[in-house]
Nanobody, 112 residues
Framework: QVQLVESGGDLVQPGGSLRLSCAASGSISNIYTMAWFRQAPGKQREWVATLPRGGATVYADSVKDRFTASRDNAKNTVYLQMNTLKAEDTAVYYC??????WGQGTQVTVSS
């Protein structure tokens, strides 16, 4: 079974940008759906974006037009480019494969 490792989380000022990566230990070419989720302190895990294999990426309204998710099957990696970050984007960000394999998460903190 593939394993996922997220990276790229950091402390950033409001309005700044970050790019998260999610590296898979094996091929993601046969994984139908990759997705990004996030969980803020004291809140439930929240869906951010879904990247279906061969289909259009879908985003939560809260991040649409600010975040861009992409997948590179050749590198077995998915990315989340986050622009115009807001304090409410502060959370641990997780990637997920086919709704059943999760990474350990990477912390994103947006604060001045």
């Amino acid at each position: 079974q593939v394993q996922l490792v997220e990276s790229g989380g950091d402390l950033v000022q409001p309005g700044g940008s970050l790019r998260l990566s999610c590296a898979a230990s094996g091929s993601i070419s046969n994984i139908y759906t990759m997705a990004w989720f996030r969980q803020a302190p004291g809140k439930q895990r929240e869906w951010v974006a879904t990247l279906p294999r061969g289909g259009a990426t879908v985003y939560a309204d809260s991040v649409k037009d600010r975040f861009t998710a992409s997948r590179d099957n050749a590198k077995n990696t998915v990315y989340l480019q986050m622009n115009t970050l807001k304090a409410e984007d502060t959370a641990v960000y997780y990637c997920c494969a086919d709704g059943r394999v999760w990474g350990q998460g990477t912390q994103v903190t947006v604060s001045s």
